[in-house]
């Protein structure tokens, strides 16, 4: 049995990019193992336009199964917003999506404090989003 895998190391956009969308059409998994809602772009399909974040753009194709990995910072928030979008315009999720128990989760307080410990570094910030994400950044 040959398998194809397109593995990308970095910025976390592995599952989510436009040439993923692609590839994920003939793709039985499609796989986010890191990152977070930081960054994004914007798909056009058949179903519409969507701005995606956290769910792997393989969800728009039916025999592709969409996988959120361990390594992934969810902010459930943004999460289900993008969900209840897609689901809206006509894809199932039935069965298709899977989600680690072992992610981190994005609380309230984690945007505030990632905003405030931006503030506080002044010229040496980092240049994060404030989405939360900047907190679980390994420290340098």
Request: include cysteine.
């Amino acid at each position: 049995m040959a398998i194809n895998i397109v593995l990308g190391s970095q910025w976390g956009d592995e599952g989510k990019g436009k040439i993923i969308d692609n590839l994920s059409e003939k793709s039985d998994f499609v796989v986010r193992f890191n990152g977070g809602n930081n960054a994004g772009h914007t798909i056009i399909n058949k179903y519409g336009k969507f701005a995606m974040h956290l769910v792997p753009s393989g969800i728009f194709h039916a025999k592709t199964k969409s996988i959120i990995a361990n390594g992934v910072v969810l902010d459930l928030e943004v999460l289900i917003s993008e969900i209840e979008t897609i689901k809206k315009a006509g894809v199932s999720f039935n069965g298709r999506l899977f989600i680690s128990p072992r992610c981190h989760i994005i609380m309230p307080y984690h945007k505030l404090l990632d905003k405030l410990y931006e503030e506080a570094k002044g010229k040496a910030k980092t240049g994060t989003t404030g989405r939360g994400i900047g907190l679980f950044m390994p420290i340098k």
